[in-house]
């Protein structure tokens, strides 16, 4: 009896142990799966949503994480003690007072992060986006309105909120394929984004970027619309003939093109996240025939898929940490007199994956899952092995 108990107790500790240390038994996250919402106001909403509404749609389509690009108190309220994550961005207009004194970093933290944090989930804070385009006399003033945000948190004992900023893939990456030969561009690259990559390795931060292939697709009518659109097959690939990659969908060949970009300027473990894509289902311009709700449901639900699947890109096998679709619902706009509303895609282009009215435009599952790497034949395989290492040795 006591040779059987202490061979069940050994056999339990050592499979615990067996699973611990095993590379197989290792569980990772699949990339988060967020979508991004812009405030909405009377001059796009007849009747703009509470932020509590926002909060309970994201909620209700499963979405991990969301991304507010106009922040303002009473949404990030709304979205205390629940499991959805937040990335926050300050706005551009305030990027060069938040540069030039590390009080106006610190006044916007009091409003914003301060009576939420930690009961509201906030994992990263972007500093501008797109500021390099929407105000290149500013570009200057980045970097240093990252140092005093990242600062201030420190001032304020918050060490679990990372900072960064948001940069447009067609504004700062001179070429996408191959992506080994891609390289981020001058003068971008000396003033400003090697110095920022500096500061991201050394914060632990992660590379932010707006990844959308629709406007790739539209400016290289030698892509077919299913490489855009994750509709590969066995044969619907592009090699890359430097490194033999192949790549069967512009999103990955988008994606390793950053990370080839940073590599060659001497970073290559920085995480990506890419605050920004999606595919629009209509637009005010006519000619745009592919923007359209078929291509548009085509292209969220094969990226949900893509990201789900945990494949990673061909370079970087963990692939990107977050993806935000743009945006969470369409925008309106006023007509006539005032109360009649129509879609701001009468206009220009709808990104929604959500109506005005916030209802499901598409019919697909956001919610995120964990992978884990060991499966059944594994199980079979540590537990068989243990059994046989201790029928020799406790016989």
């Known amino acids: 009896m006591s040779f059987h108990y202490s061979f069940s107790l050994s056999l339990t500790h050592s499979l615990l142990l067996l699973l611990l240390l095993s590379p197989l038994a290792g569980a990772t996250s699949l990339p988060l799966i967020g979508a991004t919402y812009s405030a909405a106001t009377a001059g796009t909403h007849a009747h703009p949503p509470s932020p509590v ?3 309970a749609a994201a909620a209700s389509l499963g979405l991990s994480s969301v991304r507010l690009d106009h922040p303002e108190p009473a949404t990030v309220r709304a979205f205390l003690y629940s499991n959805t994550t937040l990335l926050l961005s300050v706005p551009n207009p305030l990027v060069p007072a938040m540069a030039a004194n590390r009080s106006s970093a610190l006044q916007w933290l009091y409003a914003l992060v301060v009576p939420f944090f930690p009961r509201a989930r906030i994992t990263t804070i972007s500093v501008g986006n797109d500021l390099l385009e929407a105000l290149p006399e500013h570009s200057s003033s980045l970097l240093p ?3 005093n945000l990242h600062l201030a948190l420190r001032d304020l004992g918050i060490r679990t909120i990372s900072v960064s900023t948001t940069f447009s893939f067609v504004n700062v990456v001179a070429s996408f394929f191959p992506p080994s030969a891609a390289q981020f561009r ?6 400003v984004i090697s110095p920022l990559l500096q500061f991201l390795r050394d914060t632990n931060s992660s590379f932010l970027i707006n990844v959308y292939p629709y406007n790739v697709y539209r400016t290289h009518g030698e892509i077919p619309i299913g490489y855009a659109l994750f509709q590969g097959f066995d044969f619907g690939f592009r090699e890359d003939v430097v490194t033999g990659v192949r790549y069967r969908n512009l999103f990955d060949v988008m994606v390793d093109a950053v ?3 940073m590599a060659v300027s001497g970073h290559e473990n920085i995480p990506v996240i890419v605050t920004e894509t999606g595919w629009p289902s209509s637009s005010g311009d006519a000619t745009e025939v592919d923007a359209n709700p078929a291509y548009a449901e085509l292209y969220i639900r094969g990226l949900v898929k893509y990201l789900k699947s945990g494949a990673g890109t061909p370079l970087r096998k963990e692939g990107v940490a977050e993806a935000y679709i743009y945006e969470l619902f369409d925008k309106e706009e006023k007509q006539g007199n005032g ?6 895609a009468k206009q220009n282009r709808s990104w929604g994956i959500l109506y005005p009215n916030m209802t499901k435009k598409y019919d697909i599952d956001f919610s995120g899952s964990i992978r884990v790497y060991v499966g059944r034949f594994d199980w079979l395989v540590i537990l068989v092995g243990s059994l046989v290492f201790f029928a020799l040795f406790h016989v």
């Open 186 to 191: 001058e003068p971008a690259l000396g003033n």
């Open 145 to 147: 309105a990252m140092e």
């Open 53 to 55: 509404r926002i909060a």
């Open 339 to 344: 109360m009649e509303m129509v879609t701001m």
């Open 259 to 261: 990370i080839c970009a």
